[in-house]
């Protein structure tokens, strides 16, 4: 795997303090496999751990338990994760390409 540079992850970092990049980079994320909670994660560090935690008005351990890919959250809980960005889990058709 090809190693960042300091100065890429430090971009990347302020970027994902815009709500709106943050948005598009999680959904970009998840379409490309990425899981939820590591996308999530990014974006929470980008922020803070303890600024985000005030954002969603949870305890800074309960979130980083909350991105821990190790760990089950509900549906509930992402969502709260989510909504500071203006985001909500959702269901959808697949769709299908013709084979």
């Known amino acids: ?5 300091n100065d890429w992850n430090e971009g990347l970092a302020q970027d994902l303090r815009d709500p709106d990049f943050a948005r598009e980079f999680i959904m970009a994320s998840l ?7 590591v996308a999530l ?5 980008a922020y803070g ?23 089950n ?6 969502n709260r994760l989510l909504e ?7 269901v959808g058709p697949l769709n299908k390409s013709a084979a």
């Open 41 to 45: 994660g990014k974006v929470v560090r």
């Open 1 to 5: 795997m090809t190693r960042r540079s």
């Open 49 to 71: 751990v303890k600024e985000y935690a005030e954002r969603t008005g949870m305890a800074s351990p309960n979130l980083l338990r909350a991105i821990n890919p190790k760990y």
């Open 73 to 78: 959250p509900t549906q509930q809980m992402l």
């Open 31 to 37: 379409d490309e496999g990425v899981s939820l909670q």
């Open 84 to 90: 500071p960005l203006g985001l909500q889990l959702t």
